[in-house]
């Protein structure tokens, strides 16, 4: 079935640094999701792309819908100790109805 | 708050144990769906319900059993679970639109089985 590349898998940082994501897929997409999970908690909604080349920010979160539809980054600046947490991508395909395909997650850390 | 909440929050049961996961959401959305979350997988879809009716079961064994009475509110029933069904539950519901449908999550429930 179709799979999700996310990477990088982990990342160390120190505070104040920007930090940089991405998803790949092999099928094309026509929404692009970007969620944040918390230790013990459910992934949080924080940004969503439905348009080829869409850049979009929430704080100092931006996230782009490669232009290929195939891809997708999160941008991250001036990284705080709350933005610790693991981010997952998840797209979803123009035949998969409402079904999300997700990637790995990229496990975030910050060093104050 | 993201408006879709689950009970309980932790559950410990034994193999021969029946309980029962309840997913409520408040967002007046009508797909809702239960994912099963281990460590080292990607998020791995188990029910997919639209307007009540299941759309979609992922190859999911009979032991976990989902019911969605109302649009509202979704239940997954457990049987005689094995220890590999230790995870973090999550429900998340949608508006159920083909565009601008982004799934919103609960806290999850996490299941350990003895």
């Known amino acids: 079935g179709q799979q999700l590349n996310q990477s990088p898998q982990s990342m160390f940082i120190q505070e104040g640094e920007d930090v940089s994501m991405n998803c790949t897929s092999s099928?094309?997409?026509?929404?692009w999701l970007w969620y944040k999970q918390e230790p013990g908690e459910g992934p949080v909604l924080l940004i969503a792309?439905?348009?080829?080349?869409e850049l979009t920010s929430n704080g100092r979160l931006t996230a782009q819908f490669g232009i290929t539809r195939k891809d997708s980054f999160l941008n991250i600046s001036a990284s705080i100790p709350s933005d610790v947490g693991i981010y997952f991508c998840?797209?979803?395909?123009?035949?998969?109805?409402?079904?999300?395909?997700f990637g790995e997650g990229t496990q975030l850390t910050v060093n104050p | 708050e993201t408006g879709v909440t689950q009970t309980p929050r932790h559950l410990v049961m034994g193999m021969t144990n029946k309980k029962s996961l309840k997913c409520e959401q408040h967002?007046?959305?009508?797909?809702m769906y239960w994912y099963k979350q281990s460590a080292k997988k990607p998020l791995e879809l188990m029910f997919v319900?639209?307007?009540?009716?299941?759309?979609e079961n992922n190859s999911v064994p009979s032991r976990f059993s989902p019911e969605c009475p109302n649009s509202s509110h979704l239940f997954l029933h457990l049987h005689t679970l094995q220890p590999e069904d230790s995870a973090l539950y999550l429900c998340?519901?949608?508006?159920?639109?083909?565009?601008?449908?982004?799934?919103?999550f609960g806290p999850g429930t996490r299941l350990t089985v003895l």
């Open positions: 967002l007046g959305h009508n797909a």
């Open positions: 998340a519901s949608s508006p159920g639109r083909s565009s601008y449908n982004e799934q919103f």
């Open positions: 998840a797209g979803q395909e123009e035949t998969s109805g409402s079904r999300l395909t």
């Open positions: 319900y639209s307007l009540e009716e299941r759309v």
């Open positions: 099928s094309i997409f026509n929404t």
């Open positions: 792309l439905y348009k080829a080349g």
